[in-house]
């Protein structure tokens, strides 16, 4: 199958949190991939696509940013679901931050990969 995304994604599988407008408490997730233009991410609770519209994003200390998305897919397997977000809305605050992010872990997940292959 042919890669058609702008921006390649960077396997993180990380612990993260997602804090959806006007709710106070965050809801514990896993950030599986992310690039500049999306992020899946898997979590227990089902959601409305609606509520992506405009949320915070924290993986852990080393990144956190506030974003809109909409769903560009979503599955469910074994009691997980799995959204595929692409990003509308982000500021180029925030942009700068997630690239930053990327650049900085792409290399030790590479790193990782090449070791996992020896």
Not at 15 to 32: D, F, Q, W
Not at 95 to 105: F, H, M, P, T, V
Request: glycine letters at 6%.
């Amino acid at each position: 199958m042919e890669e058609r995304r702008i921006y390649p994604r960077m396997r993180v599988g990380r612990e993260a949190a997602v804090t959806i407008e006007n709710r106070v408490s965050p809801l514990l997730c896993t950030v599986e991939d992310i690039s500049l233009s999306g992020v899946r991410l898997t979590m227990a609770k089902n959601l409305l696509s609606e509520v992506f519209s405009n949320i915070s994003l924290a993986i852990s200390d080393a990144l956190s940013v506030d974003l809109g998305a909409h769903v560009a897919w979503q599955s469910e397997y074994e009691g997980k679901n799995t959204y595929g977000l692409h990003f509308n809305r982000i500021n180029d605050s925030d942009r700068g931050k997630l690239a930053e992010y990327i650049r900085d872990n792409s290399f030790k997940e590479l790193r990782e990969q090449w070791w996992k292959g020896l």
